[in-house]
């Protein structure tokens, strides 16, 4: 049977793979994250925490 995750807690999955990870919930974090991230170290993780509505509601209008 399949394994199946209904609430992935991506941060702590990705952080106990060794990778860092960073949590941004305005653009100054986002680019602060970004600054942090060295890609020669390899992959990380940023959680970017934003309200989907405006972009439903984009999506929405761009299909009509």
């Known amino acids: 049977a399949p394994l199946i995750v209904n609430s992935p807690d991506w941060p702590k999955t990705v952080s106990a793979m060794g990778l860092k990870v960073w949590r941004a919930t305005n653009e100054s974090e986002l680019a602060s994250a970004l600054d942090a ?11 970017a925490v934003f309200d989907p509505e405006p972009y439903r509601t ?7």
């Open 58 to 64: 984009m999506t929405t209008d761009l299909r009509a």
């Open 37 to 47: 991230w060295k890609p020669n170290e390899g992959p990380a993780l940023i959680e």
